[in-house]
Each structure stands twice: as structure tokens, then as C-alpha cells.
């Protein structure tokens, strides 16, 4: 399956979660605007910083993650652009490929995933990319589900 990636919205990305970004010129500040979403009691904040080789332009994706319990952050530093691939789950949980979405973020939009969304690992566009992530982890299998695709998909970038 190939697919095409289209710019990031905040409308676009609604139903899988938050585009975390500025609405214009001049200072802004945007309480809540992230749904930060820990479901274990147990679970602790885990703040990661990352560093993500270049793709492109056709990137393969053979493996989706999800994290059932927690939303999950990524804010990019130094204006890495940066490939967002998700997708709901089925009924029975499994990614619904049906409805994938890819999307280019700019360097300027950090995303924030609900819990339970399937999504690609983090992919830098144009450039090696660092980012910081957020997530509630408590150490067990259930903080990250992945699945490797039977067959990959192919992302690629630009009109």
C-alpha cells in the first residue's frame, strides 16, 4: 500500500489527537492543550529526549505502535520536520488500516497522540531530527503494543 503524506491541521488530526501549536503572531499561551491522559495509577511521567535519523522521500513503515493506557507527546527541537502515521484501532484492537493517515508536521507543531492510537515510530523529515516525548509508563508490557505490518506501507512525502 503507498500513501500519501498531507500537511498537518489541527482539524485533520482531531480524531487521533492534538496538534500542539501557535495560532498567529506575537505571545500566545494555550492552557490544556494537550489531553494528557494516564489511565494506570501506577504509571509514572516519562519525559525522553530523542534523536531520529533522516528518510524520505518514500518512507517504508513496517511496524505500528500504540500505547493503551497513555497519550503520548512528541515535541520537536531545532524545527525538525517530522512524519505523523496513525490510525484507530478495529474492534478487536488491531490497527485499522483502512483509515491510516500520514501527515508532514512542521518544525513548529508538536503532536500529542490519545491513548490507544495506532501510529508509526517517530520519523524525521529532511534533516536528523531531536525530539522530546512525553508518556506514563509504569515498566510493563502494557506501557507499548506493537504490531509489524504483514505487508510495509510506503509514505511518501510532497504534493
Do not use: K
Not at 500519501?4 to 500566545?28: D, K, M, N, S, Y
Amino acid at each position: 500500500m503507498i500513501i500519501r503524506a498531507v500537511p498537518l491541521t489541527t482539524e485533520v488530526f482531531a480524531l487521533f489527537g492534538q496538534v500542539i501549536a501557535g495560532r498567529g503572531e506575537g505571545p500566545e499561551r494555550h492552557e490544556f492543550a494537550a489531553d494528557m491522559q494516564n489511565l494506570r495509577p501506577g504509571a509514572r511521567p516519562n519525559l525522553t529526549f530523542m534523536r531520529v535519523p533522516v528518510v524520505g522521500p518514500a518512507i517504508p513503515i513496517a511496524a505500528l505502535e500504540r500505547h493503551p493506557f497513555s497519550n503520548q507527546a512528541f515535541i520537536p527541537l531545532s524545527g525538525t520536520r517530522h512524519l505523523v502515521v496513525v490510525c484507530r484501532p478495529t474492534a478487536e484492537g488491531e490497527p485499522d488500516l483502512r483509515g491510516i493517515g500520514a501527515f508532514e508536521a512542521s518544525g513548529s507543531q508538536a503532536i500529542n497522540y490519545n491513548a490507544n492510537v495506532w501510529h508509526a515510530p517517530r520519523t524525521a523529515i529532511g534533516a536528523p531530527g531531536e525530539f522530546v516525548m512525553f508518556r506514563w509508563d509504569d515498566g510493563s508490557e502494557d506501557d507499548t503494543e506493537l504490531r509489524v505490518l504483514e505487508t510495509p506501507i510506503t509514505v511518501e512525502l510532497g504534493p
